[in-house]
């Protein structure tokens, strides 16, 4: 099973920018961040597949940007224009298309306030 490991959570004010990044301990995933916020439920937020096909979902369109780097197997997802409505616990997924099963990392928080 493939092992994610996040990073890049933190405070920032609205209108602030955070990065946050997915190592994984091996390849050829479809990679994708989700987020949840307390009391809701889990979401997609972008996914990239091996061959850079990108996905976003429609409140985040314009604002962030999902990349991977496959020789060092990891994902980013660049945050801009934050608001605080992009507070939520973010999760890393790596989904294997052969076998249909997703892994997930522990999550990072994201939380926009001033």
């Known amino acids: 099973q493939v092992r994610l490991v996040e990073s890049g959570g933190g405070l920032v004010q609205p209108g602030g920018s955070l990065r946050l990044s997915c190592a994984a301990s091996?390849?050829?995933?479809?990679m994708g961040w989700y987020r949840q916020a307390p009391g809701k439920q889990r979401e997609l937020v972008a996914m990239i597949t091996s061959g850079g096909i990108i996905t976003y979902a429609d409140s985040v369109k314009g604002r962030f940007t999902i990349s991977r780097d496959n020789a060092k197997n990891t994902v980013h997802l660049q945050m801009n224009s934050l608001k605080s409505d992009d507070t939520a616990v973010y999760y890393c997924n790596a989904y294997d298309e052969v076998f249909r099963q997703g892994s997930w990392g522990q999550g990072t928080q994201v939380t926009v306030s001033s």
């Open positions: 091996s390849s050829g995933y479809v």
